[in-house]
């Protein structure tokens, strides 16, 4: 908490907290309102002070993230581009979440040009490539599921790149992704490989 502040707030305007926006996703995961979740979410990344717990970019991902839980993705991509302009840290990339964004706004173009962005600069997040892979599969493109999801793997097992969750080498997320991959490769007639044969290790 800030200097001087009290409840949350600073001579009346909110300081950002990211125990605030765990517990509005958390009442937006039980109740299913993403939408007034969203709405809250974009105020506060508007309007409030933001803090080191909480930066403004990370703010408007997460008030993106929920509108687009809320089937808003329009309102999604604005917020989106806020935290791309606004340049500061957060725990995914904003381009990453956009991605999804464009695509269902029927953007595929400008999805791409985005994706082809993340792929010259390298993958340096498993949850990145794990948000990458699901949405291009969602559209169809498995060669570049593919490839996403087996970046992901391999950082995660190369230890690099550090998931929000803590260590590396015990990403959450590394079955799942494994199984994803399966799935791609599945699809794609591709024979069993090493990693298929990681499943359930």
Same mark, same amino acid.
């Given at each position: 908490m800030l200097?001087?502040?009290?409840?949350?707030?600073?001579? @009346?305007?909110?300081? #950002?907290? =990211?125990e605030e926006f765990d517990a509005i996703e958390f009442d937006a995961a039980y109740t299913g309102d993403h939408r007034a979740a969203a709405q809250r979410m974009s105020a506060l990344a508007a309007t409030?002070?933001?803090? %080191?717990?909480?930066?403004r970019a990370e703010a408007f991902? =997460?008030?993106? %993230?929920?509108?687009?839980?809320?089937?808003d993705p329009r309102a999604a991509a604005g917020q989106f581009? *806020?935290?791309?302009?606004d340049g500061g840290p957060s725990d995914i990339d904003p381009?990453?979440? *956009?991605?999804r964004a464009l695509f269902l706004l029927d953007d595929a173009e400008q999805a791409r040009a985005l994706i082809g962005e993340l792929k010259s600069e390298g993958p340096a997040d498993p949850r990145a490539c794990t948000m990458l892979a699901e949405t291009l599969f969602e559209?169809?493109? #498995?060669? &570049?599921?593919? %490839?996403?999801?087996?970046? &992901?793997?391999e950082l995660i097992l190369? @230890? @690099? &790149?550090?998931?929000?969750? &803590? %260590?590396?080498?015990? !990403?959450?997320?590394?079955?799942? #992704? #494994?199984?994803?991959? !399966?799935?791609?490769r599945n699809d794609l007639r591709l024979p069993e490989d090493e990693y298929d044969r990681m499943m359930g290790d």
């Open positions: 200097e001087g502040s009290a409840d949350g707030y600073l001579a @009346g305007v909110a300081i #950002l907290s =990211r409030g002070v933001a803090t %080191e717990s909480m930066p991902v =997460r008030a993106g %993230e929920q509108w687009l839980l809320a089937d581009r *806020m935290a791309i302009a381009r990453v979440p *956009m991605c559209h169809d493109d #498995l060669n &570049g599921a593919l %490839e996403w999801a087996t970046a &992901g793997i190369q @230890g @690099g &790149g550090r998931p929000a969750c &803590g %260590e590396p080498a015990s !990403y959450a997320g590394l079955d799942d #992704l #494994l199984r994803l991959r !399966y799935r791609i």
